[in-house]
DNA sequence: ATAGGGTTAG
């Protein structure tokens, strides 16, 4: 097993995977002595791509249909959805396409292929396919036939034909045992199609009809529940078998091991049902532990590795659902690096990685925010003779989506299409989404007529993405007939849409009417989640303290108003109507300058009694909540404001609490080793989470005076890499910074110009601060770190100046900041001092040749 | 009886 602490492999550079395994020199480059394990796996790959094994290199070759071979059923038997574009692969997957059919289970007759063949017809209807069934009844032989009958059905989707096929076979079998047979077959059809009540009825009357209390229609039953997440029914009918005398088997315990993980069951709950399995002498075999395995998903990656490991002991092999699971949880705490091992070991074992591995952890960088190592990956995957399918397709699209590569992401579109893999409605909504982030309304007016005119049906993710990118833009109107639509179309709100909703109100500054519509979600029995709250807080002052901010999204607009009006006249219903008076409000509180001052201390008591919601709900805070109630602070105007929501840090964690106050309050000596711990934490969790702690931590220590110990945490985060190449001698990058944050580092970075100057080296030619447009601010066009910046500058006299070209940037000739720096007051107003200090942190801080740049 | 995907907070 790899270790827990592996070594960082980076497979960002620039040189593609294939032209490493491909090199026969006998020279090692440097990336190939980072990457082992690519190349490793590149090598075993490649015996596979061989050209002995033609086939396996080409996708191509992968899809060629099988005329070569003749199939035991005709044409469309074998037919995927992935082809008639009418189902999801995670809806395949539950089919029976990846059965091995054991041969006692199918022997079916060549009579029922015929069967089917005849009855799969599109114009065969219900009626028909019952006369038909009576024509073939005498050639059709008994339960086996049946079987595969229901079970193909099943795989088309034939709900009611299958339901004909039960009913006519169940009336015509006398033996018990053969009706038992078919009805479990039927449960389990009914429950791969999602369609448990028909499952429970078709139990409950075999039940009834006395030939439903088997081991197998238990098993069934319990599996159907587990599909449809109802983990609660399927223990329940579990336990039921146990009190009706039956003993559960191996494929009894795997069923409600799966529910259990599959509707995120606690560990130790489905260790209990292990342990009883274990006491009742059933052994555990691979597909037990694979699901144990799935049961870790939410975050227990070491119990994870530790069952892989268990799984070895008992001599039970891993196999490729072993290893994707277990990637999977490795893959949602983050671990990439860890995962990247786990990959290479799996291949060492001879285990290929298939295309579910190759998504898997693309999946995880790409949500790890590290966006050019998966696309490293598909070139991995390609490379390996792996053919692309829809999952990944659509992983490939929103990755060049998320790095605003239109052109790539159009060209994905075009290679799904000569794949024959249609787009679904998660192509379209990550365009939506894609363009919309961008501003391109224009292209997601173009794609939402276009989704709708091929009838690829809008969800509620469609909407609620819509909704957000029209909100985000400021553009109400079009929100507001996004979410007409929506109701329109009958689907039910979640919580991703109200969040989106609650996020726009907090956007503009209103925040206690984002809490009041919080609580309309909650009595309409939507359950806010962590990121509903997380928006809330961080909002928390931004009316009072923030006046320009409504104003720069202004814009004098205001005729929303009457749109509003209008709107609202049209629409009885109530929930619609109160939708379209927030849209209203957004529009009217725009045109408010002034608010009143005891506002803030309104919301202050709102934000407190948010965080009692939260606790009764237990909703668990994460890293962006610590972040947020950090934000909240540095709105405060005192710091006895600050400490009650400081306080509610510490219910949450008491280690972010430590180090927030003691820098607060400067201890920062006794602190700082906890601090240090803190950040290579959080250096963990992928770039952007990790700067926005780092930014809301340096901002409410500048904000409260503590710009030394602000300007150490930046400096932590600088050298940790949070920003990404945040300076070089010519140029300090800042776009990535809050204000505060901002403001210590430039403050960092003139004192390691002016060391550079006192060591007798000249400055280039021209010096830049670049600020972006302040991407915090969120606000596009709003500048409000570039304000922040242009104060400070002015402030201690630097000569440096707006550039003409670029009004996000400043810049200043480099003689000129020699200058500036060799004057004498220059480094007294360089060097920062914290407004509270230890005794022992003033030691420190007034030595006088103190250096503060760990450089 | 087992594996992968899309929306929201910073």
Redesign the pocket.
């Known amino acids: 097993m790899a270790s827990s602490t592996p070594p960082h492999c980076s497979i960002t550079a620039p040189s593609k995977p294939h032209q490493i395994a491909s090199s026969s020199s006998s020279h090692k480059t440097l990336q190939q002595q980072q990457q082992p394990h690519l190349q490793r796996r590149f090598t075993s790959q490649k015996v596979c791509a061989s050209p002995r094994n033609p086939a396996n290199s080409l996708s191509k070759a992968n899809k060629a249909p099988n005329f070569l071979s003749p199939l035991p059923t005709p044409n469309k038997t074998h037919l995927s959805p992935d082809f008639s574009g009418k189902k ?3 809806f ?3 089919l029976h396409f ?2 091995q059919r054991s041969s006692l289970s199918t022997r079916h007759s060549p009579v029922a292929e015929d069967f089917l063949t005849q009855s799969s017809a599109a114009t065969v209807d219900d009626d028909q396919f019952q006369v038909l069934l009576m024509g073939f009844q005498a050639r059709l032989s008994g339960s086996e036939d049946f079987c595969f009958l229901l079970r193909e059905l099943g795989n088309r989707g034939e709900s009611s034909k299958a339901v004909v096929c039960y009913d006519f076979a169940v009336q015509r079998e006398s033996k018990m045992s053969e009706r038992g047979k078919l009805a479990s077959t039927m449960i ?1 059809v009914m429950g791969r199609l999602g369609n448990v009540d028909s499952a429970r009825f078709v139990f409950d009357n075999a039940v009834n009809g006395g030939f439903g209390n088997t081991v197998y229609t238990y ?2 039953l319990i ?1 159907a529940y ?2 449809s997440g109802l983990c609660q029914e399927a223990i329940g009918v579990f336990q039921m078998m146990k009190t009706q005398g039956l003993r559960p088997n ?2 009894s315990y ?2 409600v091991i ?1 529910a259990c993980a ?1 509707a995120g069951v606690k560990f130790e709950v489905v260790n209990d049902i292990y342990d009883d399995m274990l006491s009742n002498g059933v052994d555990p ?4 532990f ?2 144990m395995l ?1 049961v870790c ?1 939410g975050g227990l990656w070491k119990e994870a590795m530790r069952l892989v490991t268990e799984m070895g002991m008992r001599g039970i092999d891993q ?4 290893y ?2 277990l990637l ?1 949880v490795i893959c949602k705490v983050g671990k990439m690096d860890l995962a990247f091992d786990i990959m290479s070991e799996m291949t060492a074992k001879n285990v290929m990685p ?7 952890v693309i ?1 995880g960088f790409a ?1 790890a925010g590290r966006l050019e190592d998966a696309l490293a990956m598909f070139e991995e995957m390609k490379c390996a003779g792996i053919a692309l ?4 397709y ?2 490939s699209l ?1 990755i060049f989506l998320k790095l605003g590569r239109f052109k790539d992401a159009l060209n994905v579109c075009k290679e799904m299409e000569s794949c024959g893999i249609r787009k ?4 379209y ?2 365009l939506l ?1 894609g363009f919309g ?1 961008q501003g391109k309304y224009d292209e997601v007016r173009q794609v939402f007529e276009q989704m709708k005119n091929v009838r690829v049906f809008p ?4 909407y ?2 819509l909704i ?1 990118v029209y909100s ?1 833009g400021g553009l109400y109107r079009e929100a507001m007939e996004v979410f007409r639509e929506f109701k329109k179309a009958g689907l039910k709100a ?4 109200y ?2 909703l609650i ?1 726009a109100l907090c ?1 503009n500054g209103l925040v206690k009417s984002a809490v009041l519509l919080l609580d309309e979600m909650t009595k309409e029995g939507i359950r806010p ?4 709250y ?2 809330i807080i ?1 909002a928390f002052g931004r009316s009072a303290g923030m006046d320009y901010l409504v104003d720069a999204i202004n814009g004098g607009k205001t005729s929303m108003v009457s749109t509003y009006n209008s709107a609202a006249r049209n629409h009885e219903g109530s929930e619609h109507n109160r939708v379209m008076k927030i849209f209203g409000q957004l529009a009217i509180e725009k045109s408010h300058n002034f608010r009143e001052f005891n506002e803030s201390r309104q919301e202050l008591l709102c934000i407190l009694g948010l965080f009692q919601k939260m606790h009764k709900l237990e909703i668990k805070p ?4 610590f ?2 109630i950090l ?1 909240a602070c540095s709105r405060c105007n005192s710091l006895e404001d600050a400490s009650m929501l400081l306080e509610e840090l510490h219910l949450f964690d008491d280690r972010v609490y430590g180090v927030a106050h003691g820098l607060l309050t400067g201890s920062r000596d006794t602190i700082w080793i906890q601090a240090l711990s803190l950040f290579d934490e959080v250096k963990q ?1 992928d770039t ?2 990790a700067s ?1 702690f780092y ?2 931590l340096t901002d409410v220590l500048w904000h409260f005076g503590q710009k030394r110990g602000a300007q150490l945490v930046v400096l932590e985060g600088k050298n940790r890499n949070v920003w990404e190449n945040v300076w070089s001698t010519s140029c300090l990058d800042l776009h990535l910074m809050s204000s505060g944050a901002a403001r210590a580092m430039v403050y960092a970075w003139l004192l390691n110009i002016r060391s550079v100057v006192l060591e007798g080296h000249e400055l280039p030619k021209l010096l830049s601060i670049l600020t972006g447009w302040g991407k ?1 601010s ?1 606000v596009v066009g709003d500048g409000a770190l570039k304000r922040a910046i242009e104060g400070m500058l002015n402030g201690i006299g630097a000569p440096f100046h707006l550039a003409e070209t670029n009004l996000g940037r400043f810049i200043s000739q480099g003689t000129a900041v020699t200058a500036w720096l060799k004057k004498s007051g220059t480094l007294q107003v360089l060097l920062l001092q914290d407004v509270k200090t230890q005794p022992e942190n003033r030691r420190l801080d007034q030595r006088p040749n103190l250096q503060p740049l760990p450089l």
């Open positions: 999801s692969t995670r395949v997957s539950k990846n059965r389990s098993s069934a599996s587990g599909r191996l494929v795997n069923a799966d599959k075999d691979r597909i037990t694979n699901s799935a998903k196999d490729v659902f072993t994707n699971t999977d298939n295309v579910v591995t190759y998504s898997t999946d949500k399918d829809r999952v990944c659509n992983a929103s679904d409605v998660v192509t909504n990550a989404g982030k969800n509620v993710l469609t609620s993405t957000d985000k979640d919580v991703v849409l969040s989106g996020d956007k989640n962590v990121v509903t997380n928006t961080d994460n890293v962006v909540t972040s947020a934000n969790l952007s989470t926005a930014n809301a915090h969120k």
